[in-house]
């Protein structure tokens, strides 16, 4: 029973990253590269390193499967839970299980990844409040499941879905308001992220001039902070943050 039930692991693994083929019991034929190194280049937890082969043996596979620390839910449970496709869930846990062997990423091992795509500043504070948007249910580790239902709605929810989620990333103190403070914190990380080397060079006071312009925008009756219906309503009227919002639509 034992040997039963590891084969069937194994195989749910396989089916999961695509490293084997359920109709025909052999590894399947070549994917579609260049759409796949595109999109995870995008990802903030798959890097730019090569991924790791769909053909690899079983010896190998059994030897990965005995350091997971954490096994994913099963393919047709994470589609109905996400809006990716059967194939787009095996694209991504690849590139996951490439940078995060165990099966989760802390904090630590999130930023040192997010560092590799802006090597000319400091993303560390900004990748901090990226995690915490990941990491929905506050136990300090990302797990696959986590990465791809953040993922699903930012590239495949709806306007008010991606909304919802860029104001839980900005609501640091998840207290349902965004504050000036907060929103300075943000904006800091982010033109840290950037780096001081950018073109125009960027003025010390430009993080907090954008927070005012932010604030005099969003907060429709000025009490000194931006609710939920706040924001939705006013990035719903403004048309560059809806243009934004359809850049995501084509990703994969």
Known sequence: MRGQGRKESLSDSRDLDGSYDQLTGHPPGPTKKALKQRFLKLLPCCGPQALPSVS????????????????????????EQT?????????????????CPSGIVNEENFKQIY???????????????LFNAFDTNHDGSVSFEDFVAGLSVILRGTVDDRLNWAFNLYDLNKDGCITKEEMLDIMKSIYDMMGKYTYPALREEAPREHVENFFQK???????????????????????????????????
Do not use: W
Request: proline share 2%; with cysteine; charged share 30%.
């Open 56 to 79: 690899e043996n079983s010896v190998e596979d059994e030897f990965e499967l005995s350091t997971v620390c954490h096994r994913p839910e099963g393919l047709e449970q994470l589609q």
């Open 115 to 129: 560092s590799q795509f802006f090597p000319q500043g400091d993303s560390s504070t900004y990748a901090t409040f």
């Open 218 to 252: 969003m907060d429709r009756n000025k009490d000194g902070v931006v609710t939920i219906e706040e924001f939705i309503e006013s990035c719903q009227k403004d048309e560059n943050i809806m243009r934004s919002m359809q850049l995501f639509d084509n990703v994969i």
């Open 83 to 99: 809006k990716f496709t059967r194939k787009e869930l095996q694209v991504l846990y690849r590139g996951f299980k490439n940078e």
